[in-house]
């Protein structure tokens, strides 16, 4: 009887080490992974609401809220009312957040290089389309 790769446990594994090791590397430039993660949707679509940001990132509002109130403290992001919907606000990127995106997406660069050590480029798309079949597949 031939044994089952364990491939829940490896990427398991593999997603632990690499969130853990983007945290600490994010933390030097003043930044906790969620936050990273509400950054990279404003680098793309600056002015959506928290709502928005919860189903781009497929986490609860709360979670959302919670980050948007501490990345505001911290001078990341400014609230602004929503101007069609007096409930809702708009999240923005201060002048300081958007500067961040050069140095973050170069550290990105950085420890993907880390990370796909000795990957020849064809095993790194074919990992790439790997994982993107396991999360459609995962979704269902």
Known sequence: ???????????????????ARLDRELQTAGLRLGQYQVMRVLWERDGITPREISDDLGVEMPTVTRTVQRMERDGLVRREAH???ARSVRIYLTPRG????EPV???LDEQTEVALRGFAPPERRALVDFLQRM???ARG
């Open 1 to 19: 009887m031939s044994a089952k790769p364990d491939v829940l446990r490896a990427l398991g594994s593999a997603v632990r080490a690499l969130r």
């Open 83 to 85: 101007p069609a919907d």
């Open 98 to 101: 958007a500067s961040l995106r």
């Open 105 to 107: 997406m170069q550290m």
């Open 135 to 137: 999360y459609a597949n």
